[in-house]
């Protein structure tokens, strides 16, 4: 498999994972700011989902 295309299936993930995380959070959202904040989110859900995994194992 060349490097092109090993990118777009990544690219492809991330751009999959980034509207189901949208659509979560926006659902999860509850007023104006929270929504600003769910497109936000929406955009970096890859380091909420560490970030969550990570304070599941500390506690």
Do not use: C
């Amino acid at each position: 498999m060349a490097n092109g295309t090993a990118a777009a299936g990544g690219g492809a993930i991330y751009g999959l994972g980034m509207f189901g995380a949208w659509v979560w959070f926006w659902t999860e959202a509850d007023g104006l700011w929270e929504h600003l904040y769910a497109i936000f989110q929406g955009l970096f859900w890859p380091a909420y989902m560490v970030y969550e995994a990570f304070a599941a194992l500390a506690s």
